[in-house]
């Protein structure tokens, strides 16, 4: 092999070390060179982790020659270094032994990317040590353009979503003036204006589940009482028809409370919010339970809201679940069981 001139000390001696290493391992050279997979080996002891070998199929992903990538670090590819995330998990998985969690984007040499994910694997010596890291690539460019294209539609809906909510405030403000009192206006426009923000939350998650604990907290930052909140439990991923139903009982549980509830005196009534995993013969289910105290004294209403509808009977329907809502004369308690999702304490 001809050493070109002008090239870095790294690059010549990652060169040189290639009759080496073909000698070493050679049926499983001959194998990586006949695949059609993306495949590269760097050399462990160096520092850096030269690339002492690369295949065809690699040099035909990223348009380089062979010269040309021989005695480069690893990750010379990767948008000039400006992916740390990305570098950081390589450095963990040449630790480790293993693939990356998240998709990794190269440069090509004639310009544009491509999306690939790798496996890295040690390659040890008679006496177990480390002397080569096997990586190979699987070229996802096509799945992650599209991903792109989906993500770019999602967050079309999502902000046609939020504006549609904002007509809707608009239009039911100038409707209902005059037609209702301030409190019923207030009352409509507060729960609207809590779904735009689970909605935001859904968008940011391409609306696939959001945290129990991220919904409470905030619904009691919009309303600004979380100071006087108490709230326990580990987090518990909730599916978007879950998220929103969860959303609507936390505002009307907490409006209660403000207006009539613990929280309607200026000082010494609280709400404690806890949730636990509980095993049932049909699956785990969520409990979870809504407790306030040192308010004014509580009787069950003679009648039932809005609130107390939604709660009841629209919240246990959505969550195929069970709703309790209890009038102690200490403090409203509401205890709500759903089954937990796939992958909850697990």
Request: hydrophobic letters at 40%; proline letters at 5%.
């Amino acid at each position: 092999m001809t050493i070109q001139p002008g090239k870095s000390g790294e690059q010549r001696d990652g060169e040189s070390d290639v009759a080496g290493f073909r000698d070493s391992l050679g049926p499983f050279v001959v194998a990586a060179e006949t695949t059609r997979m993306p495949m590269v080996f760097c050399n462990a002891r160096a520092p850096n982790r030269p690339i002492v070998f690369v295949n065809q199929a690699f040099l035909d992903l990223t348009g380089y020659d062979e010269q040309e990538v021989l005695g480069q670090k690893f990750d010379f590819l990767i948008q000039n270094g400006t992916d740390p995330e990305a570098l950081a998990e390589i450095q963990t998985a040449f630790e480790g032994g293993r693939g990356l969690d998240t998709p990794v984007r190269f440069n090509r040499k004639v310009g544009g990317t491509v999306w690939v994910s790798i496996f890295i694997s040690p390659v040890r010596d008679d006496a177990g040590v480390v002397v080569q890291h096997f990586a190979s690539f699987v070229d996802i460019t096509k799945r992650e353009q599209e991903h792109q294209r989906l993500r770019s539609l999602l967050d079309e809906l999502n902000h046609r979503t939020q504006n549609t909510l904002a007509t809707v405030l608009a239009i039911a403000g100038q409707t209902l003036r005059g037609m209702a009192d301030e409190q019923t206006i207030d009352a409509f426009e507060g729960r609207i204006l809590t779904l735009s923000k689970t909605h935001g939350l859904l968008g940011a998650k391409n609306w696939d589940e959001i945290g129990l604990r991220n919904i409470l907290d905030q619904t009691l930052e919009t309303l600004g009482i979380r100071e006087r909140f108490s709230v326990e439990g580990d987090e518990v991923p909730l599916r978007s028809k879950e998220a929103l139903s969860m959303t609507l009982a936390f505002h009307e549980l907490a409006s209660n409370a403000v207006a009539h509830g613990a929280l309607s005196t200026p000082s010494g009534g609280t709400v404690d919010v806890s949730w636990w995993l509980e095993e049932a013969p049909t699956g785990d289910r969520v409990r979870l339970r809504w407790r306030e105290s040192g308010g004014p004294p509580v009787s069950s209403p003679s009648s039932r809201g809005f609130g107390r509808r939604l709660i009841e009977g629209g919240l246990a329907q959505d969550l195929n679940g069970d709703v309790r809502l209890i009038f102690e004369p200490t403090g409203v308690v509401c205890e709500i069981v759903m089954p937990a999702s796939e992958g909850i304490g697990g």
